[in-house]
Every structure is written in structure tokens, then in C-alpha cells.
């Protein structure tokens, strides 16, 4: 069954919408940096950038985990995932201008900054601008390979009742997971994490990876309720699958958490100069607010919400607290990078929302395109699920 019969027409408007956004915004932004100073042109670059990616790759986190795991909660999001973690090769694009800022953004790639700091000679043998590069280059080689992967062995899967062909995606799945995981922990340091060489954090990687997988499962399920409102899948949409989705949501919200919290305590527990550094120009000078909003929106509010079955079984209230999370991921990506470049207090620039937009117009629309032509290939996979909930309590029927 062809993607293009299945998307609801408000999508398709929503696609030309993005494009006029993108375009427009990007005309701002170009003017910007001539304006506003290159310096602050990749700042503002480098926090979209991030979140784009992040959105990206978490798709393809959970492409790669319903391949792996299979389960009925992957039937309404995996075309969803799918057509997201296509968008790799738009991303690879979109890092062309990060090369061109490293000056900009990364005390290692400048030269006087490196014959000052011990600790940057030091790491220069790692972080130097074509070692970077080159590992960049691998990065999304893997990444779009993975995506490419997930886009045939999906199909097999969905049409196939072969054990074999089961036994060899669920390998590959495997292996891609690992891959992901690996290359992710690594690209966080380089991108991320080396805006302060100084510090250093050992769990930063995977805190990163399940910001990705969050922001993703967000954008999905804030997706998911548009699209069934057409056959196929408003054949199989019922509460039960929503309550799935909701208790993924929760779980991820609080691993999130989690791990957020726990490098916070081992850090500023430690006390030591070279580790607190970050967590200090992140509490103060208004920073510290925006974090405290991070906190209450990205994980007290989803927490209390989902808390409740009836809550998470509600297509409308669960799309509701996904959005909230799915906007607060931005502000934690802004949070997250931008006080290193303002360590004076909080203060937010007019390029800082015009990239975003930009960046977010094109990915959009490069979205909706690969969304379009991804099969939704229910009819397997619903036989291999068992039968779905009576038709009474489906979706838009009232517990």
C-alpha cells in the first residue's frame, strides 16, 4: 500500500508550510550572520542543529528497537520513525556550516587557545579539525546506512513469514543498535561536550542518547493521532496501543531523569575544579531558572500525567503532554549549549529562534516527503500481533 494514499491532506499543507518557513527563515538567517556577527550565527546554528539531529537519530534509535523487539506498539510510530531517520542525509548537510564555525565554537580547533591550554595539547591528539571531520564523515556514513538498512529490512519484515529473514533483521537491529549507541557516545563529546574541553562527564553520552530517544518518541506520538484518523491505521488504533506509547513516554521521561540527575549528584558531590565547571555557568545569571523549567516540564509534568492509565489511554491528553515534552527538548538543547557562549546571564537572540525555525521548516518537509513514501505494511504485522481491542473502546471512545 503506497505512504502517499495515507497522509491525512492537513500534512500535505503542513509540507508547504514548512518549505515557506524554511525558505523565509533562512533568508534571516544568512542576513544574520552578516549582522549579527559569524560567532553568533553558529552559536544559535550549533543549538538547532542539535535538536534536529537529536530528533533524527532518536527515530532511528526506535526503528532499530521495534525491529529488534517487535511488539504492537511499533505498528502506529514505525512508519512514523522510519520516514524521521531517513532524514539523516538532510542533517549530514545541514553540519556543513558547524565545520565552517569550529573556530567559532570550539576552543580546540583554535591554535592560540591550544598553545595556552595544557589540557587542550593534551587532548589535541583527539580533538583536532580533520581528525573531527574525518570521524564525522564516519558518523553519518553509518548513520544513513543504518536508515537504509531499516527501510528494507522493514518491508521484508512486514511482508515475510519467513524465521530466517526474522532471525537476520533482528541481527542486523542488533548490531545497529550497538553501532548507534557507540558512535552517539562519541559524537556527543566531539560536538557537544568540547564546547568545555575542560569538562568532562562519563555518563554525558548516554544522557544525550536518551534525550534523542525522548525528543523522538515525543514528535511521534504528537503525530501518530493525525495519522489515524485514516484507514489503516484507525482500523487498529485502540486505547491499548495509546496506553503503550504513554508507558514507553514515562519510561524514557524518567530514564532521562535519571541519568540527568545522577551526573549532577556525582559531579557537584565530587566538588572538583575541571567537573563542576559546566553545571556552574548553568546556575547562575538566570540560567538557573530556564533549568529549573527543564525540570518541572521535561520531567515532573509527564511524570504526574502519565502516572494516570486514563491519561495515557486518552489519544488527546497523551499528544498534549508529548508536545510539552517535545518543545521543552529544545529549551534543554538551548540550556545546554548556549551558556557556554554567555556565561554573563541569560539572554536569548533573535538568531536563536530564526535558525531553529529555519532548520526546522526544511526538516519538516523533508520529513513529510520520506513519510509519503514510506508503505505503512499493517496487514502482517497486525497477524503477527495477535488481534486488536474490540471495536468499542478504539480510539475516540470514551472509558
Known sequence: MNGDEQVAEPLYRVQRTAWLVGLIASGFAIAGFFIGGSAQFFQSYLFAYLFWLGLTLGALAWSLLNLLVGGRWGMPVRRIMEAASKN?????????????????????????????????????????????????????????ALSRGISGWTEKAAKAADPEIKSRYQRFSAFGSIAYVLSMTFASVDWIMSIQPDWFSTVFGFLVISAQTLTALSFAIVITPVLARQKPLSEIMSPG??????????????????????????????????????????????????????????????????????????????????GIVLVIRLVDDFWEVIPTFRPDGFSLHWLDIIIALAMGGIWVAAFIWHLRSTPVLLAREAQDYGPTEPREIRMGAHE
Open 241 to 322: 496501543i495509546y496506553r503503550d506509547l504513554g508507558a514507553l513516554l514515562f519510561t524514557n521521561v524518567m530514564l532521562w531523569a535519571y541519568l540527568a540527575f545522577s551526573q549532577y549528584l556525582i559531579i557537584w558531590s565530587g566538588n572538583l575544579t575541571e567537573e563542576i565547571t559546566w553545571f556552574l555557568d548553568r546556575s547562575r545569571g538566570g540560567w538557573q531558572w530556564l533549568g529549573l523549567l527543564v525540570i518541572l516540564t521535561q520531567f515532573a509534568l509527564p511524570f504526574s500525567v502519565l502516572l494516570s492509565l486514563r491519561a495515557k489511554r486518552n489519544a488527546r491528553i497523551l499528544a498534549s503532554a508529548a
Open 88 to 144: 539523516v542525509w538532510v542533517m549530514a548537510l545541514l553540519f556543513l556550516p558547524i565545520i565552517f564555525g569550529f573556530r567559532s565554537l570550539y576552543p580546540w580547533a583554535r591554535p592560540d587557545l591550544v598553545a595556552e591550554d595544557p589540557v587542550l595539547q593534551h587532548k589535541s591528539i583527539y580533538l583536532n579539525v580533520p581528525f573531527v571531520i574525518l570521524r564525522a564523515v564516519l558518523y553519518f556514513v553509518l548513520w544513513f
